[in-house]
């Protein structure tokens, strides 16, 4: 059972436009959301996230969107650059015995960004 | 800078082996965490321990067990390898009650 779906396995954006990269969860006890970015041969690194109180999150390029009634949040990336070519992954927790530490990850979406 | 370190960046191991993945963080982060990494599933937690000796089971426990001796250490244990192990296997860190995560830089484990 996928609670965490990234249903786009990849995507092609033009140097200099938008990338929005599209992330559905299905239970509705998460509450805090990430977003990781992963090269090949390196561990993921983490990018931005955002707390369920919250429906925006902005940091420089990126920008996370959370709309909880619909459990879908949206990274966005602009403008796109060469280096953002990646696979990127969201992430989902919700508060347990151990805070928000045990995160549910989706299955990737591999961005490449067209020069 | 942080660090997670893991033993061995490529692994070659014969079916029936008993194989060790280690992980080392310098951050003194309170949780550790086993993932593997399989085209199309995503990163699927294995393992995770929030201190020194303890652990719980994540989405897929069968066929390893794991070990933390010390707050810095965290290994993975295969009893026996078997071919659908075959995957990527990625160790991270974190504070005690927050999400983000360090990972390290993974290793690629191949069962013949």
């Known amino acids: 059972d996928q609670q965490v779906k990234q249903n786009s396995p990849s995507l092609s954006v033009q140097e200099g436009r938008i990338s929005i990269l599209n992330c559905d969860y299905t239970?509705?006890?998460?509450?805090?959301f990430l977003w990781y970015k992963k090269y090949p041969a390196e561990g993921p690194t983490f990018l931005i996230s955002?707390?369920?109180?919250?429906d925006k999150n902005e940091d420089g390029r990126f920008t996370v969107f959370l709309n909880k009634s619909a459990k879908h949040l949206s990274l966005h990336i602009v403008p796109s650059q060469p280096g953002d070519s990646a696979v990127y992954f969201c992430?989902?927790?919700?508060?347990?015995?151990?805070?928000?530490?045990?995160?549910?990850f989706g299955t990737g979406t591999r961005l490449t960004i067209i020069p | 800078d942080v660090k997670v370190t893991q033993s061995s960046r490529y692994l070659v191991k014969r079916t029936g082996e008993k194989v060790f993945l280690e992980c080392v963080q310098d951050?003194?982060?309170?949780?550790m965490f086993w993932y593997r990494q399989d085209p199309g599933l995503g990163l699927r937690l294995i393992y995770f321990?929030?201190?020194?000796?303890?652990?719980e089971k994540g989405d897929i426990p069968e066929g390893y067990s794991v070990s933390r001796e010390k707050k810095e250490r965290f290994s993975l244990i295969l009893e026996s390898a078997s071919t659908n192990q075959t995957s990527m296997y990625l160790c991270?860190?974190?504070?005690?009650?927050?999400?983000?995560?360090?990972f390290g830089p993974g290793t690629r484990l191949t069962v013949t």
């Open positions: 951050m003194d982060h309170e949780n």
């Open positions: 992430a989902a927790s919700e508060e347990s015995n151990f805070g928000n530490e045990k995160l549910t």
């Open positions: 991270a860190s974190s504070l005690m009650g927050v999400g983000e995560q360090y």
């Open positions: 321990s929030y201190d020194v000796k303890m652990k």
């Open positions: 239970n509705s006890m998460f509450d805090y």
């Open positions: 955002i707390s369920s109180i919250k």
